[in-house]
């Protein structure tokens, strides 16, 4: 069975810090690693790492994958109070047969404060 | 363009009745996956629609169902409600049945009394 473990559950920063978010996995045939953004009900997609990709970056969050050592974080420089959200992990397997399923982790609630 | 969009946002039942919960996919998408979501939990997978067939399926008893319609729009029917069923029902649409990148709804808030 597929798992996602994510740490810390809940974490609370000034503006202006930096964070590290973990998320260490279990997968057969890994296909893809996913973060996504809840800040209220919907969760919005941040970033996809797959083996040919295992680095992005988009403004002031980042996300790296380490295939062999099973985990990828997510960072988030320069925090503003609009990061506040819960920030969710999710793996894709490949499947033999049609169709596609993510295992998501519990998600790290990050509360930036002014 | 209009992303996931689902109905209702918020919905009161009681022990032992019936739910259904619909789901609109986000333009040019093909695929709905049905996501359980209990407080201070992630998203658990319930089922995934490809083609109006049931694609894939996650450890849920049979009371959930659903379905597909030609126009890819989707609902999730839940029979014989238990407390254990309050949680935020997500919906999530996607471009073909393999594509992992999902465009999740704003969900249903579903509170069993």
């Known amino acids: 069975e597929d798992k996602v473990v994510q740490s810390p559950l809940s974490l609370v920063v000034h503006e202006g810090d930096t964070v590290t978010l973990n998320c260490s996995y279990e997968v057969t045939n890994f296909r893809s690693l996913l973060w996504y953004k809840q800040e209220k009900k919907a969760p919005t997609f941040l970033f996809m790492l797959?083996?040919?990709?295992i680095e992005k970056k988009s403004g002031r969050l980042s996300s790296i994958l380490d295939k062999k050592e099973l985990f990828s974080i997510l960072n988030i420089t320069a925090t503003q109070t609009g990061d506040s959200a819960i920030y969710l992990c999710a793996v894709a397997p490949i499947r033999e047969t049609s169709g596609s399923r993510l295992t998501f982790g519990e998600g790290t609630q990050l509360t930036v404060n002014p | 363009d209009a992303g996931v969009t689902q109905s209702p946002t918020h919905l009161i039942k009681t022990r032992g009745q019936q739910v259904t919960l619909r789901c609109s996919p986000k333009?040019?998408?093909?695929?709905v996956s049905w996501y359980q979501q209990a407080l201070g939990q992630g998203p658990q997978f319930i089922f995934q629609?490809?083609?109006?067939?049931?694609?894939q399926r996650g450890n849920f008893p049979d009371r959930f169902s659903g379905h597909q319609f030609p126009n890819y729009s989707s609902e999730l029917n839940v029979n014989a409600l238990l407390l254990g069923d309050s949680a935020l029902y997500l919906c999530a649409s996607s471009w073909a049945s393999s594509s992992e990148k999902l465009f999740f709804g704003s969900g249903t808030q579903l509170s069993v009394l």
């Open positions: 797959t083996s040919s990709g």
């Open positions: 629609y490809y083609e109006e067939e049931e694609r």
């Open positions: 333009s040019g998408h093909d695929t």
